[in-house]
């Protein structure tokens, strides 16, 4: 389970995360959408804990993010846009060594790594240095490596960059199986494809506001489009710009009871 309560993060005068309140439960497929700058990425880095809110929480499986970080981070597996792993590993020592992280018994950390080893078509790299190694190679290792330990929840960030079309695929059907069997899901990406197609519910950012939250049939509904999920993505995010204009032409009335 993911909270996010009022969560604000600001850069100076800019604001990137404004009073966001979100829940999503356990075993949901969650997918975040917003055009560039939308305050997805934050979003997600303070949700991983590498970000501190300026204001608000967030919380994994009941635990704050900032007050509770280990309990959190025990939870939680989190896969960046662009992964950082230790060139001069193999991908096997760095799987084993995320394991390790996780204080998982070697013959768990091993046939836990069987599988995704084995549907990511990664035995062939295994004992390879991983800076020889190609960026879609490398991602298949990050994920792997984030789903070792199977986590409460998983944080993914652009996850299908890099990828090619049939390990984007088996990413797919893996987290879809994860989040049936209990494991909640939170995926931030700009391909509405993805979210179309696996997502249980769907957010929108625009300008560090989540502007709507719901299936596809309830944005469908909100946004009053009936086609593909793009037509509502265009007609929510532009309403919004067309509020905030509005909003930022209407004169302000000074208060009755004012000085």
Known sequence: MIE???????????????????????????????????GKTTTVKILA????????????????????????????????????????????EFIRFTGQLFQMPEERIASGARELVARFNL????AKPIEALSHG??????????????????VLDEPMVGL???????LKDILKERSLAGMTVFVSTHQLSVAEEMADRIG????GRLIAVGTRDELRRQSGTAGALEQTFLSLTRQEAN???ERAKSPVTPSPHGA
């Open 204 to 207: 929108i950012m625009h300008e």
């Open 123 to 126: 035995e062939p790299y295994l």
């Open 49 to 92: 804990g590498l970000m501190k809110p300026t204001s608000g929480a967030a919380r994994i499986a009941g635990y704050d993010v900032q007050e509770q970080p280990l309990e959190a981070r025990r939870r939680i597996a989190y896969v960046p846009d662009f992964p950082f792993l230790y060139d001069k590993l193999t991908p096997w």
């Open 164 to 170: 090619d079309p049939h390990h984007a695929r088996v």
């Open 243 to 245: 509020l905030r204009e």
């Open 4 to 38: 996010l309560i009022r969560l604000v993060k600001q850069f100076g005068d800019l604001i990137a995360v404004n009073a966001v309140d979100l829940v999503v439960p356990r075993g949901q497929f969650f997918a975040l959408l917003g055009p560039n700058a939308a």
């Open 137 to 154: 190679t490398r991602q298949r290792i990050v994920i792997v490596s984030a789903l070792l330990h199977a986590p409460d929840v998983v």
